[in-house]
């Protein structure tokens, strides 16, 4: 039996590390051989839980004799790392949203900043696995990508793909995330007594706003549409997506869920429901993403379902990491229940 793969977690004390160091640790084929601050020079800040590793100061050249390396680091932080990384041979996985857009122009335009190391652009991967597959394997660099594009990529590609729906067609997204989606730092939006038994959309620009939620470019890009509309809400819960999507076609219900149905028939961690809808309990802690139907005058609805930390971040990015590093695509993950 081969060694397991030495892996180092970067940015070890937010949210999206702290689940990658669970599933790590519990992953047949790794080892967790570095759990980290995200800077150097910078203090790391330790988690209070007494069960989680303690997260050590940034050592690249230490880092450098692993084998993979994921980047739960913050936007802007993670290109730099990853240049210097990818030199000294990882395969690397990148967490935050510096290479989803596809260009730094896209990048500057979205985020308000010039990017750190554009010429990443033309090496890294978006790993959506389950459209990226064999890309992903041939590899050294994935974007992984964000949890709301994740919950809607997945059940609007193949209908793109297959025809039924057109970049002219007309698709409004209504998704909703658990607070934990908000990262780790407090906030007022996040704050318990502002989260709990309570509910609201954001990122939506109204008079005195800016522009809309960043996942929308990162969404449109890989939908290949500017006709698909986006309004986050904050769900008062800690983890999990579920997004409605309201899409305006002539195509029969029967003919959408066919293509669904069809294009995911062999994947391990998607699943398209017969009947009924999907809802948040069934793919928690889980690397599922649950996708139903319906239809309102109107519109086709399709509802999917992830979990933001699992399939939406760290569960994602360990899938991407099996392929680059040969491991079995599941290993370590939790595929979920049957539709």
């Known amino acids: ?83 210097t990384l990818l030199d000294a041979g990882l395969a690397i996985v990148d967490l935050s949203a510096d290479l989803r857009l596809g260009s730094a122009d896209r990048y500057t335009r979205t985020y308000g900043a010039e990017h750190p190391a554009p010429a990443l652009f033309d090496t890294a991967v978006y790993g959506l696995t389950e459209h990226a597959r064999d890309r992903v394997r ?19 590609l193949p209908l793109y793909s297959g025809g039924l729906i057109g970049p002219e067609t007309s698709v409004l997204c209504d998704s909703k995330s658990g607070a934990s989606g908000a990262g780790a730092a407090a906030t007022d939006t996040t704050h318990f007594g502002n989260v709990h038994d309570n509910f609201k959309a954001y990122g939506l620009p109204t008079v005195a706003e800016g522009s809309p939620h960043r996942h929308l470019s990162e969404i449109q890009l890989h939908a290949g549409s500017d006709a ?76 999917s379902c992830i979990d933001n ?12 990491m099996n392929l680059m590093l040969g491991q079995q695509e599941t290993a370590g993950l939790a595929t979920g229940g049957t539709a």
């Open 1 to 83: 039996m081969s060694a397991p793969a030495k892996i180092a977690v970067i940015g070890g004390s937010g949210i999206a590390g702290r689940e990658l160091q669970g599933l790590v640790e519990r992953h047949p084929g790794f080892e967790l051989d570095a759990l980290t601050s995200g800077a150097v020079g910078r203090a790391p800040r330790q988690a209070a839980s007494p069960v989680d590793a303690p997260i050590q100061p940034l050592d690249l050249e230490r880092i450098a004799e692993c084998d993979g390396a994921f980047l739960a680091t913050p936007h802007g932080a993670s290109a730099a790392l990853a240049e």
């Open 138 to 156: 041939e590899t050294r660099l994935v974007s992984n990508p964000g949890c709301y594009p994740t919950s809607i990529l997945l059940p609007l």
């Open 228 to 303: 698909i509309g986006f309004v986050p809400h904050l769900l008062p819960v800690w983890r999990g997506i579920l997004s409605t999507i309201y899409v305006r076609t002539d195509s029969h219900l029967d003919a959408l869920r066919d293509c669904l149905r069809d294009a995911y028939a062999d994947e391990p961690f998607v699943q398209v429901f017969a009947d009924g809808l999907p809802e948040l309990s069934r793919v928690q802690h889980t690397n599922a993403c649950h996708i139903g139907l319906g239809h309102t005058p109107g519109a086709i609805v399709i509802v």
């Open 309 to 320: 930390l699992q399939k939406g971040a760290a569960g994602q990015a360990v899938q991407n």
